[in-house]
């Protein structure tokens, strides 16, 4: 028999009010007690136990915080177990310019279990930007810029409560924030990188002692993303550099560290001679740990303004590189990056205004050959609205068989819609696309994919709420 249940929750109680079943059956006591800190919490969860057509929404959460202005989640995870899913951001309140928010939900049902708010209690831009789960998934690590105008904030809660394990602040005196934050394999350490002081800054925390091992600060740049290898041996940061190599003022500088020591082991460049500017944004390594992913997009010179994104493979030991492949996507920013289980495959999402002047921008989904660099498959999305498309997250389920993008898309009738697609991995063909238009029918833009183990897609970002500025909102999809 297949059951539906449909769960309705009320705003400001952080409680389950209700859940009425298609059975007749009645569920008692889900979400109850949940803390709610200080926030609204509102929205709905359908989950169908058996037979969900890929592509259907699970569920559906908004989180707006106190001062029921601006609240934009920027980035999600699952726990290893796929128990539980966080999500953390910025939100605004009265007292505050903006402050640290993390949430967390059940992941199969979408209530909520705890929300903790930190703040600087002044007038800071306190952004939280990344978030990571402990490989024993008891540990939810956020890391951000905040407290000082000057500084990385890193913040270790417990999984199950929210409760502050500890908060570390690292400061500097320039242009700072941290941007991404990742976990050893064996969950010792918790690396985060950023930029202090214009420098590519690395810190690598004792998870136990919450001490820092160590503090690497490399060139003059921006440090964009950030990963481990899967024997936890080397951590790899990626961004942009402003020291002149080559033919641009700006390009790719990737980094390899001792992750137990920090000692420098490589870097490599990426510059191409005719272009002005060359920025990385995301990183990843194989699963067996022999080749570094890089991509971003580069900047044509000679007057243009055209982008399109270049990603590079490195050897993670030596930092020789491998191959590159540029994707001919003019106007597209800010792509994500991918790797398929078995490794044979690199995965690349953003946006291509290629042949779509009037429509704008359109999602661009690329696959490459992971030993050559060979294009495999491309795929592009004009939504409904005919307007701005812009892919902003990729994922991979753990078989390997579908690849997860998601976004903003104008819609029809709308402003923009979250739009997450589903793509065969081999082949590229479409297999599903889902929307999610929120109250107020305004701006949904989605900033981040996440992939649970039994293949369910979770996204997040922020929507404009309909008594409301931009809330969190978070949905889940059947992978």
Not at 72 to 95: E, H, M, Q
Not at 116 to 138: F, I, K, T, W, Y
Request: net charge neutral; glycine share 14%.
């Amino acid at each position: 028999m297949t059951v539906t249940m449909t769960i309705r929750f009320a705003a400001g109680s952080g409680r389950t009010l209700a859940i009425i079943a298609s059975s007749g059956l009645l569920l008692a006591g889900l979400g109850a007690g949940i803390p709610a800190a200080s926030a609204r919490q509102a929205g709905t969860a359908t989950a169908t136990v058996a037979n969900v057509r890929p592509g259907t929404q699970l569920w559906a959460r908004r989180f707006s915080g106190p001062g029921n202005g601006r609240d934009v989640a920027r980035d999600i995870a699952v726990s290893p177990g796929g128990g539980a899913v966080f999500v953390t951001g910025y939100s605004t309140s009265p007292r505050t310019a903006r402050d640290f928010d993390t949430v967390a939900y059940r992941a199969g049902t979408g209530s909520p279990l705890w929300a903790d708010r930190l703040s600087s209690l002044g007038r800071n831009e306190d952004e939280a930007q990344s978030v990571a789960v402990s490989p024993d998934g008891r540990a939810v690590f956020v890391a951000g810029s905040g407290f000082t105008a000057q500084g990385y904030t890193i913040a270790d809660y417990r999984a199950g409560n929210g409760a502050e394990y500890w908060v570390r602040h690292y400061t500097g005196q320039g242009d700072n924030g941290a941007r991404a934050v990742a976990v050893s394999p064996d969950g010792q350490t918790v690396f985060v990188t950023g930029t202090v002081d214009s420098e590519y800054t690395t810190i690598a925390f004792d998870t136990s002692t919450h001490a820092w091992r160590w503090v690497r600060k490399f060139a003059d740049g921006r440090a964009q993303a950030l990963a481990v290898s899967p024997d936890g041996s080397t951590v790899f940061v990626t961004g942009t550099s402003y020291v002149h190599v080559g033919g641009s003022a700006e390009h790719y500088r990737t980094v390899a560290y001792d992750a137990g020591t920090g000692k420098l082991l490589w870097t490599a460049s990426y510059d191409t001679a005719s272009t002005a500017q060359n920025d990385a944004t995301a990183v990843a390594v194989s699963p067996d740990g022999s080749t570094v992913f890089v991509t971003g997009y580069v900047t044509g010179g000679n007057g243009t303004f055209s982008t399109d994104p270049s990603t590079v493979a490195y050897n993670a030991a030596t930092g020789a590189q491998l191959w590159s492949s540029t994707y001919n996507a003019p106007y597209g920013r800010d792509w994500a990056l991918a790797v398929s289980p078995d490794g044979s495959t690199v995965y690349v999402a953003g946006d291509t205004g290629a042949n779509t002047i009037r429509s704008g921008p359109n999602y661009a989904t690329v696959a490459y050959d992971a030993t050559t660099g060979a294009l495999v498959w491309e795929s592009t999305y004009n939504g409904p609205g005919n307007g701005p498309d812009n892919a902003r997250s990729i994922g991979v389920s753990p078989d390997g068989g579908t690849v997860y993008v998601t976004g903003n898309s104008k819609g029809k009738r709308s402003g923009d819609d979250y739009a997450t697609i589903a793509y065969n991995a081999v082949s590229g063909v479409k297999l599903w696309v889902s929307r999610y238009n929120g109250p107020a029918n305004g701006d949904d833009l989605a900033t981040s994919l996440a992939v649970g183990k039994d293949g369910t897609v979770y996204v997040t970002g922020r929507s404009q709420g309909a008594t409301s500025g931009y809330d969190y909102a978070t949905v889940a999809y059947a992978g």
